[in-house]
């Protein structure tokens, strides 16, 4: 059995959603949380460094839910990925139209190898909204996900 490494460090995480008026493009409403990085998420990262090939590791949809209790509503695959080697973070973000999904949102994930079929990939973060995320039919939004690795 392996021993437990005791050493301080982890992944933080922080979410914005930010809201936009659809037709000027004018911020509404900006909503941050740190969000907790999951066990299956951590255990797909210590998979990988074990040569165990079944995940590739990349966080590929966010997923957004409503109600109580929460059940999902919508996935989206992310929009844009990055990285900064000076500080051991990685930065995505994804894009809602207008239309493409409207709602109270109460929980959100990022997962690892999703589909598009509902409840598929390993949740690597998710965010409990209390009170809930809110877009209309007449506001666009970005969801900006940032982690970064904390040294020991």
């Known amino acids: 059995m392996l021993k437990k490494i005791k050493e301080q460090g982890g992944v933080l995480g922080i979410i914005t959603f930010k809201v ?6 004018e911020l509404k409403r900006t909503y941050k949380k740190k969000n907790t990085i999951q066990l299956a998420g951590r255990n ?3 998979r990988r460094l074990a040569n165990e090939t079944t995940y590739t ?3 590929n949809y966010c997923v957004l839910f409503s109600g109580s209790p929460a059940t999902e509503l919508f996935r989206k695959t992310c929009f844009s990925n990055t990285y900064d080697d000076d500080d051991a973070r990685a930065l995505l973000s994804f894009v809602f139209g207008k239309t493409e999904v409207v709602g109270t949102f109460t929980k959100l994930q990022t997962v690892i ?4 079929g509902a409840g598929t990939g390993q949740v690597w973060t998710e965010v409990v909204l209390s009170p809930g995320f809110v877009k209309t039919n007449l506001e666009t939004a970005t969801l900006e996900v940032e982690y970064q690795i904390l040294p020991a």
């Open 57 to 59: 590791g990349i966080i």
């Open 44 to 46: 797909v990262i210590a």
């Open 113 to 116: 190898d999703g589909t598009a």
């Open 20 to 25: 936009f008026d659809a037709e000027t493009g």
